[in-house]
């Protein structure tokens, strides 16, 4: 098991700005492939980002790319999840994920791929 905390949800205007933070318990996040996913209320879990570990490629998800940016503290062995731009169809509660190996591009966007789940965070969008 690898336990993933996150942390930095909340709620925000229309506009703004959030950092989540996930930190993988037993792993170092230098190597480890993690990804962010969201759900929102009714709808299936959706893509948002990854990172592969091995050579530190970035993907993300049609509806966020340009406004959200990976990156990781390996000082902190944390992985975030920066948020700009935010907008009220970015509300959802956002997962981190974590799985091993050496997974292609399109294994990093499937939700059922991954071995290791936070427990969520929520983030509001609204006015």
């Known amino acids: 098991q690898v336990p993933l905390v996150e942390s930095g949800g909340g709620w925000v205007q229309p506009g703004g700005s959030l950092r989540l933070a996930c930190a993988p318990s037993g792993r170092t996040v230098k190597n480890f492939n993690m990804g962010w996913f969201r759900q929102a209320p009714g709808k299936e879990r959706e893509f948002v980002a990854a990172?592969?570990?091995?050579?530190?490629?970035?993907y993300y998800g049609d509806s966020v790319k340009g406004r959200f940016t990976i990156s990781r503290d390996d000082a902190k062995n944390e992985l975030y999840l920066q948020m700009n731009s935010l907008k009220p169809e970015d509300s959802a509660v956002y997962y981190c994920?974590?799985?091993?190996?050496?997974?292609?591009?399109?294994?990093?966007?499937?939700?059922?791929?991954?071995?290791?789940w936070g427990q969520g965070t929520q983030v509001t969008v609204s006015s």
């Open positions: 994920a974590g799985m091993g190996g050496s997974p292609i591009a399109s294994t990093l966007r499937r939700a059922q791929a991954y071995e290791y």
């Open positions: 990172r592969r570990g091995a050579n530190n490629n970035l």
